[in-house]
């Protein structure tokens, strides 16, 4: 048996392994985090270690909570919070190489269901001065398509009436902050880091509807007083797996429950607007702007779009790793021209951004061998994925009148991948929260189908999942799109994933029709701002 990883092992470690370059038992907790999966320990938990370093401010120990799971709780807890960051990458002979460090930023780890007070009293302590989020889509409760807090989730119904025990992220941040206030300590920063178009604007708006419920005093004065910065952020970190953790534990010689595994590239660009301070990210790699939304809409649109395609068009195909099917030629070739010819043109002038090595990198990253990344589990939760991926693409290239096939060909093989079973038959789950109402939606469109004459029948089936307003919103009623999808859909069915990225690759991009005035005019902001006075 290997000793364990924690502060008592942690100067015994080898040379080339990294370790916080600070003292530890100096650290003040600042940051409470919400969700603490491998991204945020491979990403903000990885820049505020670095960035304590740099800094010697020893006020930004994390306190991680984990809403439901407790299982990294009991992996970190003997460890004293320390955990392995392995980046991994190939060297010039393919070789898989990899650089360990062990970060020291997490300072404690809670589990929200077993003890929501506890978050809620953490949350009001007067150290705290940031509380980020790494919750995934689906922890903010809201509609994909529209961005509101949808009332009818049981989460939300739940936490409307149990102030001291809530269970989402939105309740705990709504009471937490509600304590603060009542004991009159200042406000803080509430910075969403996930992959949400305005993520800090959607949460501020999530935020206040929920505490306009409760409280109009509470509401103005989070309003006034706390800040929700948009942020970018990027780093590819699929989940750890046992071949990850005995590697690790064998370079270590002490034996760590959870490493993180994640590629070499990091991005982060924030709004600089903290209620109480911040620590220097900026020692990590991280760009402070007056405005995030070209770079959340470059990085939504041009690495997560592909992504989810990559994975829809592989699962779909068999492939288990995102890089075997970025090797597969036409695959590569497709997303090649999807970025070139229908991404990149909706994401012109970004400052300091060149698309043209922006989109090879993206390539080349999907590519690394030495880092596993399953399909699968880009995957998963496509519902709250796609509005902001792939269709916000969509949307603008429909006004333009510009061609849409690839992005139709992703979106296709999203709707088809939800049949749950590969090309060879075999059938795999379908995680996503709206699963039941999207597997319901499949099969009312095949009734339609069968209902409608022959040459009708790709039609209506498109129309019919266009339709599914929480996800496709206002798509629904774009002639251009359904058309477009129900295309791509029919090649998907009839024929498979090569034959359509084929004809795709093929097919000279067909004449669209003038955008109509209309048309333009009703496409609705996805994010209503909430105005709640002062
Ligand atoms: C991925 C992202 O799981 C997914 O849906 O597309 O987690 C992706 O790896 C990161 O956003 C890259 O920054």
Redesign the pocket.
């Known amino acids: 048996m290997l000793e364990r990883l924690n502060t008592e092992s942690l100067p015994r470690l080898p040379a080339d392994v990294e370790k916080p370059a600070y003292d530890r038992g100096r650290l003040t907790p600042g940051i409470v985090h919400l969700g603490l999966g491998a991204?945020h320990r491979a990403h903000q938990a990885l820049a505020t270690d670095l960035a304590m370093a740099a800094s010697q401010d020893l006020s930004w120990g994390i306190l991680g909570v984990s809403l439901r799971s407790a299982a990294t709780r009991d992996a970190l807890t003997p460890q004293d919070g320390l955990y392995t960051l392995a980046l991994r990458d190939s060297g010039p002979d393919g070789e898989p190489r990899e650089q360990l460090r062990v970060v020291g930023a997490v300072q404690r780890v809670m589990v929200a269901e077993e003890d929501p007070n506890a978050v809620l009293e953490r949350i009001a302590y007067p150290q705290t001065r940031i509380v980020s989020l790494t919750i995934t889509e689906k922890g903010y409760c809201h509609e994909p398509a529209t961005g509101h807090l949808r009332w009818d989730d049981p989460d939300i119904l739940h936490d409307l009436d149990n102030p001291i025990r809530p269970r989402s992220a939105i309740g705990l941040l709504v009471y937490g902050l509600a304590l603060r206030r009542e004991r009159g300590l200042p406000p803080l920063t509430l910075l969403s880091c996930d992959?949400l178009q305005a993520n800090g604007d959607t949460l501020r708006s999530l935020v206040l509807a929920f505490a306009l419920r409760i409280d109009v005093a509470l509401t103005s004065w989070i309003d006034k007083h706390c800040t929700f910065p948009n942020s970018m952020?990027?780093?590819?970190?699929p989940a750890t797996r046992d071949d990850d953790r005995e590697r690790i534990a064998q370079r270590l010689g002490v034996q760590d429950a959870w490493p993180v595994v994640a590629e070499p590239y990091l991005?982060w660009v924030i709004e600089d607007k903290f209620a109480a301070g911040r620590p220097a990210w900026e020692a990590a790699g991280a760009t402070f702007v007056a405005n995030a939304a070209p770079y959340e809409r470059l990085?939504l649109r041009m690495?997560?779009g592909p992504?989810?395609a990559l994975?829809y068009l592989g699962a779909l195909l068999g492939i288990g790793t995102i890089h075997e099917a970025a090797a597969l030629p036409p695959l590569r070739a497709f997303l090649d021209d999807m970025m070139r010819h229908e991404i990149a043109p909706t994401l012109k002038g970004i400052p300091d951004v060149g698309l043209e090595g922006y989109r090879h990198r993206f390539l080349a990253r999907v590519a690394n061998p030495a880092l596993p990344?399953p399909t699968q589990?880009?995957a998963?939760?496509g519902s709250q994925?796609l509005p902001q991926?792939l269709l916000a693409t969509i949307r603008e290239r429909l006004r333009g009148g510009d061609d849409i096939r690839r992005l139709a060909l992703a979106v296709a093989a999203w709707l088809h991948y939800l049949r749950g079973e590969d090309v060879a038959g075999r059938r795999y789950p379908i995680q996503d929260p709206l699963a039941g109402p999207v597997t319901k939606l499949l099969a009312r469109a095949d009734v339609a189908a069968r209902a409608a004459a022959p040459n009708q029948a790709a039609h209506r089936r498109a129309m019919v999942l266009a339709g599914y307003r929480p996800v496709f919103g206002d798509l629904g009623k774009k002639p251009v799109f359904i058309a477009a999808l129900a295309a791509q859909l029919e090649t998907l069915r009839e024929h498979g994933v090569l034959h359509a990225l084929e004809a795709v690759a093929r097919e000279p991009a067909p004449a669209m029709p003038a955008p109509d005035a209309v048309d333009a005019v009703a496409v609705a902001p996805l994010r209503e701002p909430v105005s709640v006075g002062a």
Request: aromatic share 4%.
């Open positions: 991204f992959n952020v990027d780093r590819i970190v991005n990085k690495v997560n992504h989810s994975a990344h589990q880009i998963m939760d994925k991926r």
